[in-house]
């Protein structure tokens, strides 16, 4: 939030310290390199944005996690890509992508980000028509969640897995995608 | 032939995908809300039926519930009533008790059959694997009903009114009419059927 504040301040004030104006500097250089405000903050987004993710050129481990607040499977499962973000920053790249809708953005997702105090990129995917976009993230996919689309960018293998996840689980795909 | 079908159904429910469009459907015996049973076969008016798995706690079946009801008032009076099928598991999901399955339906006020599919297998037969997920059915002959149509209701979950593409509706307008229909599969999107453990 400090980034938030931070940016605010050096947007819209000019009787600043030096130090609050390199903060500013640097919130805004980490909002335009990666289009997020803050580690609880829930970015509302199209298909676009997922695509991007899909298919990016990175090192990292592309972990993407379908959910809702609504989902009691999804819930459970949550910390285990929290933990994997917190354990492999360097490896992985996780997103929480969820389908709720979006106008309970505010009374619902938001809270629910910041009550379980989630660090990872969190979006809200606001595209209704579903079969217009989930054949693209993977053609199995029935439509149910949770599910989870794991991809090594470098070797273009891809996992997808439409179901609650055990423990361990996300950690041994990582590593079969990772060989 | 009722053995040859029997055994065609255990084949595609063994195979783990369940019923497709073209299938004839399987018939049932299920409870409703009112305490009576009901199958497909029990109403020899219709034409066919818009079967629909939904439940009482899925969010997308709460959001699409009058619109089922808008369903049944319109095609009904066609020949084409809402048969609707509970499929979760009472203990694993509560909220979808009979008992609360009995409440909502009153509640609601729903005009056609809520049914509880207590052991699953009619659910497992069709391969529903979300709520609410549509079956469209269509007499043939006697009491065969064939599935035309498997999927969505339409693609808008949230707004009825912001939905362009109305599955269900062109489905039942292309049976009325003698046609064949267009879309045939489309996926339901919607909440995970909560098996027993």
Known sequence: MNCIRGTFIWRHRNQLSMHKSVIGLFCLGLILAFGVVGPTEVRVVKFDALEHLMTRDSEKIEVINFWATWCKPCIKELPYFQQLQNDMPEKVNVTLVSLDFADVLENKVIPFVEKRQLTTQVLLLDEIDYNSWIDKVDPSWSGAIPATLIINHQTGQRKFIERELEPGELEQLIEELTI | ?197
């Open chain 2, 1 to 197: 032939m009722v053995y040859l079908n029997v055994i065609l159904i255990a084949l595609a429910v063994l195979a783990g995908d369940g019923l497709k469009v073209g299938d004839q459907a399987m018939d049932f015996n299920l409870k409703n809300v009112d305490g009576q049973m009901v199958s497909l076969a029990g109403n020899k008016d219709v034409k066919g039926y818009i079967l629909i798995f939904t439940c009482n706690t899925c969010p997308y079946s709460v959001a699409y519930e009058d619109r089922i009801i808008e369903l049944h008032q319109k095609y009904a009076p066609k020949g084409y009533p809402v048969v609707a099928v509970q499929p979760n598991d009472g203990q694993r999901s509560p909220g979808d008790s009979f008992g609360n399955m009995q409440k909502r339906a009153k509640d609601k006020g729903f005009p056609f059959p809520y049914l509880l599919d207590e052991t699953q297998e009619v659910t497992r037969t069709y391969g529903a694997t979300n709520t609410p997920h549509v079956y469209v059915l269509d007499r043939k002959s006697g009491d065969t009903f064939v599935i035309e149509y498997i999927g969505t209701i339409d693609n808008n979950s949230k707004n009825a009114a912001d939905a362009d593409k109305h599955y269900v509706m062109d489905a039942l307008e292309s049976l009325l009419d003698g046609n064949s229909v267009q879309t045939t599969k489309t996926k339901a999107i919607g909440c995970t059927i909560k098996w027993a453990s």
